[in-house]
């Protein structure tokens, strides 16, 4: 079963438009760690923000923002106001505790096309 | 300070044949970690390695396999490689583990004909 999913296969917005990437996780473990990478066309994975299991305050930065929701085991990300540049395949994973240590499951992504 | 380097960044091989990937972590970091990415399949966990042990692994065949050197370094082999072993392969390191910010490598892109 799918740890992480995005429902969310591909999103095309126009500049300057507000776009939310969702992301729903599931686990049974208490303590667990959410992440968002960013994958440009160059196809490195850029780290965008961390959470653990434990903190479900929102986060703001500068243009993005993320809703960490424990009830809807949920954890979405916002960008405003979105520009070219933030054309990319974002990930949502999940990090808990198997077998003997830690894994780290990556939802499918979703693609943001931002066309000017 | 450098970032994750891996090598080669290209590589094309037949079925049948194994592949060797390489995997400098970021200085200091001693857990290091690797990923298969596909279209059809996404990125997938394949293990992590830390002090030179083996903590976890994803579902992938025995062919898949890694070690991890004293000075953190690591290699990913797959042996008798098949057609869809074709993929991008994803190395990941931190401090202590997958708990972590992973910090990523610019990855190897396999093709197997």
Sequence with gaps: ?????????????VEKEDVTLDCVYETRDTT??????????????????????????????????????KSTSSFNFTITASQVV???????ALSEYSNSGYALNFGKGTSLLVTP | ???????????IKT???????????????RSVSWYQQTPGQG????????????????NFPGRFSGRQFSNSRSEM????????????????SSFNGLEETQYFGPGTRLLVL
């Design chain 2, 1 to 11: 300070k450098a970032g994750v380097t891996q090598t080669p960044r290209y590589l």
């Design chain 1, 1 to 13: 079963a799918q740890k992480v999913t995005q429902a969310q296969t591909e999103i095309s917005v």
């Design chain 1, 32 to 69: 667990y760690y959410l992440f968002w990478y960013k994958q440009p066309p160059s196809g490195e994975l850029v780290f965008l923000i961390r959470r653990n299991s434990f903190d479900e305050q929102n986060e703001i930065s500068g243009r993005y923002s993320w809703n960490f929701q």
């Design chain 1, 86 to 92: 933030d054309s990319a395949v974002y990930f949502c």
């Design chain 2, 77 to 92: 082999n797959v042996s008798t490689l098949e057609l869809g072993d074709s993929a991008l392969y994803l190395c990941a």
């Design chain 2, 43 to 58: 990125l997938q966990f394949l293990f992590e390695y830390f002090s030179e042990t083996q903590r976890n692994k994803g």
């Design chain 2, 15 to 29: 079925r049948g044949q194994q592949v060797t990937l390489s995997c400098s972590p970021i200085s200091g970091h």
